[in-house]
């Protein structure tokens, strides 16, 4: 898995996708501090965080979208599935890399929380709280990511079937609300990310939440790992 982590966050950083990636995240996200923090006069950065919900669903299948795709499409995928390299070696090292280099764009939100600690007092508590829920919103969407790029070879297609995807999760509450069988209804609801991610960024601590992320996250790479295996005894 080692071999592979690396050889991802080489390529992120030799092609434009990292630097695409990064400058985009801290735009938006300087933007949102700017607008949601500063020029409220406040030192609550729950405005910025919830408004960045959706430039990561926008973000994240820039990150995804060549992770397997382009394997795929250079035939070089055969190499991996022959190497000494277990299945879950291959797609956690390529899902772990997109997630580093997510982590990495994540972290300029504690440097805004530093520059305000110096004009004022931060409630690093909700500035954590805050962070851990977009970590694990983004560990979530990345396996979507990395599953999706797994069934094409066009990056393109890869990036479009993500960001379609992570939309119907975005809006998965306002598809919830327009169903009125109590038993639908509340099925959508409980498989809500929004929600969630609010929750964390008002301060409230929900393990239910931990759990669901990490799941999806699992299921996900799980699912990566199943496509693989099929192609491996085709």
Known sequence: MGAIYRRE????FSSSIAYV???SFFLFSGYFFFAGTLLQATTDMSGMFGALFLIVVILI???T???LSEEKK???DQGLLTAPVSLWGIVLGKYFAAL????IGLCVTLVYAFILSYFGTVLWGMVISNFLSMFLLGSAFIAVGVFISSLTENQITSAVTSFLVLIVLYLIDQIAALINIDFIKNALMSLSFYTRY????RGIFNLSSIVFYISVAF???FLTVRVFEKKRWS
């Open 9 to 12: 966050i080489k390529s992120f």
């Open 198 to 201: 609010i929750e964390f960024t």
């Open 61 to 63: 299948p820039v990150l």
């Open 65 to 67: 979208m060549k992770l």
């Open 74 to 76: 250079q035939k070089t």
């Open 219 to 221: 299921v996900f790479n």
């Open 100 to 103: 580093t280099l997510y982590t």
């Open 21 to 23: 990636f990064l400058t």
